[in-house]
């Protein structure tokens, strides 16, 4: 039988050792920045360097197994593909806001089964193994028990894009009087992580890419919460990823919809 858990102890021991390359980084140099796909959408050479020490700690581990990482690419392919975001929530990282990771996700054609979550400037783990539950420096996570949509926290993000930025917030305009509150932290792992651990009540954004949602997205599965990956539910958006507590997940997915995100 498939045990993903040793998967996990190797994505949690690089974790750190990469998120305390990123810190040293931070802490030593003014962090210059290029840019991809818009102005606002930057890399810096701690992402760069990041990628670089997974790899290579991936090579000497897990010799001959792939790496699809956030700067230097790869591909899924079938059998176990490693999934890398060497800086998730790169903006806060230049910015010097204290929410960024390290987020590996170890994938079996295609379906996460392992994953870790660094968070550098804190030094928390967040984990997971596919059938194994997932866990906050070894603490057990579990998702909120909310059951009224308008008590509900909802976390979100924007997309580079001005254009779809605009169509975004007109959505969340008209979701702001159906819950409690917006929250918008800028880490997209971090942010299925709080769903894990009941501090946001559900989370949605478009265009992630598979190394934002890889490990966090397990994890949020494993501590109970409903997970649609990018491509299960058009109704949001081809590329939407949605988690959510149990108790609010249909009715969530039913105000986004009505509030047009779907279709931003
Ligand atoms: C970020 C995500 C965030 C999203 C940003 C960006 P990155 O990932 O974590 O949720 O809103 O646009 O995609 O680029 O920092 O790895």
Redesign the pocket.
């Known amino acids: 039988m498939f045990d993903p858990r040793p998967l996990v102890d190797i994505a949690s021991a690089i974790g750190r050792e990469a998120g305390a390359l990123v810190q040293r980084m931070r802490a030593s140099a003014v962090v210059s920045f290029d840019t991809k796909s818009t102005s606002t959408d930057v890399v810096t050479a701690a992402d760069r360097a990041s990628e670089q020490l997974v790899r290579t700690r991936l090579s000497e581990l897990r010799p001959g197994e792939p790496v699809l990482g956030?700067e230097e690419g790869g591909s899924v392919v079938e059998g176990l593909t490693w999934v890398v975001?060497p800086?998730?929530?790169?903006?806060n990282y230049l910015y010097g806001i204290p929410w960024y990771s390290v987020s590996i996700a170890a994938q079996l054609d295609g379906e996460s089964v392992a994953g870790a979550v660094f968070e550098p400037a804190t030094g928390r783990m967040w984990t997971a193994a596919r059938g194994h539950g997932s866990f906050l420096d070894g603490s057990p996570l579990r998702v909120s028990t909310t059951t009224d949509l308008s008590l509900s926290l909802l976390g979100y993000?924007?997309a580079?894009r001005p254009e779809r930025r605009q169509r975004q917030a007109d959505a969340w305009a008209r979701m702001a009087a159906r819950v409690r509150d917006l929250r918008r932290a800028?880490?997209?792992?971090l942010?299925l992580c709080s769903v894990a651990a009941g501090r946001l009540d559900a989370y949605t954004?478009h265009g992630?890419g598979r190394w934002?949602w890889a490990a966090g997205g397990l994890i949020a599965a494993e501590a109970g919460a409903v997970v649609r990956l990018p491509g299960s539910s058009p109704e949001l958006g081809e590329d939407a990823t949605f988690a959510a507590a149990p108790g609010i997940a249909d009715a969530m997915h039913s105000a986004l919809v009505e509030s047009g995100y779907g279709k931003v």
């Not at 800086?87 to 903006?91: A, C, L, P, S, W």
């Not at 800028?186 to 792992?189: I, Q």
């Open positions: 956030e975001d800086i998730d929530g790169t903006v993000g924007f580079y800028g880490a997209a792992s942010d954004e992630l934002d």
